[in-house]
């Protein structure tokens, strides 16, 4: 009894119809015949992706990026970035030294000084066409070619007849900025005091510094008035504070990429770029051994 309540149920066998068995063959191949396809597709699925990065998943799309990658490769094409960076550094220019002691901003004073330019245009007689162009923190004097110095400046496409600065119309006059070192006194002129180099021990100086030995020099030319000061960086950022300083002597003011003080940041990434010039240049270190201040 036991064994026949164990045994596997059957049941009497019941015969089809051929309409029913062909229904039945035809649905079970359409079956075998969708799994197959979806099998493909995934296995091809799988070797495609196994073929691009050797994940099983897709790598992570940034479409921003993408976007300004390829305006990048867009302008690339249509403005040519060949050729040398313009050199920074002067050749031969004009030199005129004050013996007015200056008056820094943060203390200390210079009690003479010199200022290295350089000019282009012919200055009206009524001297109303002055524009005064400042320089950037690494530039001198030399923003284009002249007569004594042919090489190309920093700002060649920009100044000249029908230029942005017009020397059909203007008389330009570029500065190297107080403590520049290429021709204005900067830490490696003599400090007239003991006859010894500046070095570290030069004052700190400002921006206003800057600006108020650039208008000694206009005196000197006899500029009163300038039809605009022009300046990028932070040539912009002396642009600004000239207009500040002398509102009466400036009439137009153009300031590119310039700002009125620095940023907690930029202060410190210059701070730390001078540490790694003076632990880093053998010739540095020996010059602040000699003078006792490392």
């Not at 015949?33 to 799988?46: C, G, H, Q, T, V």
């Not at 799309?61 to 550094?89: I, K, Q």
């Not at 942005?164 to 330009?172: C, E, I, Y």
């Amino acid at each position: 009894m036991m064994h026949r309540l164990l045994a596997p149920c059957r049941t009497p066998a019941r015969s089809s119809s051929p309409a029913i068995l062909s229904r039945r063959a035809t649905a079970a191949t359409s079956g075998l015949l969708a799994r197959s396809a979806l099998a493909s597709r995934a296995s091809s699925s799988r070797s495609s992706r196994g073929r691009s990065n050797g994940s099983s998943n897709p790598p992570l799309a940034f479409p921003c990026l993408d976007a300004l990658e390829s305006r990048t490769r867009r302008l690339e094409t249509r403005f040519s970035t060949e050729g040398p960076e313009p050199s920074y550094t002067t050749g031969a220019h004009e030199k005129w030294t004050s013996t007015a002691p200056l008056l820094l901003d943060n203390g200390g004073v210079l009690s003479e000084l010199t200022v290295a330019y350089e000019t282009w245009g012919t200055l009206a007689r009524d001297r109303s066409n002055a524009v005064l162009l400042h320089t950037g923190l690494s530039a001198s004097s030399h923003a284009h070619s002249t007569p004594r110095n042919a090489s190309p400046g920093w700002w060649e496409p920009f100044i000249g007849p029908g230029c942005a600065l017009d020397t059909n119309r203007f008389f330009v006059v570029c500065t190297n900025v107080l403590g520049g070192c290429y021709g204005s006194t900067g830490p490696a002129s003599v400090d007239p005091a003991d006859g010894e180099m500046y070095a570290t021990r030069f004052p700190i100086i400002t921006i206003g510094d800057m600006v108020a030995a650039q208008f000694r020099l206009l005196d000197a030319l006899g500029i009163g008035r300038l039809y605009a000061s022009v300046g990028a960086s932070m040539g912009g950022m002396q642009s600004l504070a000239a207009a500040v300083m002398f509102p009466d002597r400036v009439a137009r003011l153009v300031s590119i990429s310039g700002c009125a003080r620095s940023h907690p940041y930029s202060i410190a990434m210059r701070h730390t770029q001078r540490q790694g010039e003076l632990h880093t240049r053998p010739a540095s270190r020996r010059l602040l051994l000699t003078l006792g201040q490392f």
